[in-house]
């Protein structure tokens, strides 16, 4: 069963001011779920990239990606 987290969970479990998350997810640099206006975090999805060396793609949500999809078109 995973594990959530909320980003200011998050900033406590890796030690990080919450500005640095913000620029990662902008950048598209960690893997995370927005859901509405909220970020999730899966830990065991955390892990693994910290693990990785933040070489991992990251995971996020579909109406993003559809965005991203649209926008490049």
Request: glycine share 6%.
């Amino acid at each position: 069963m995973a594990l959530w987290l909320d980003l200011d969970q998050l900033a406590t479990y890796l030690a990080m001011p919450k500005s640095t998350l913000y620029k990662l997810l902008q950048r598209e640099q960690l893997p995370g779920h927005k859901i509405g206006k909220l970020w999730r975090f899966d830990r065991d999805e955390i892990d693994e990239y910290i693990k990785s060396g933040g070489k991992k793609a990251p995971v996020g949500d579909k109406a993003f990606e559809n965005r991203k999809r649209q926008s490049a078109s």
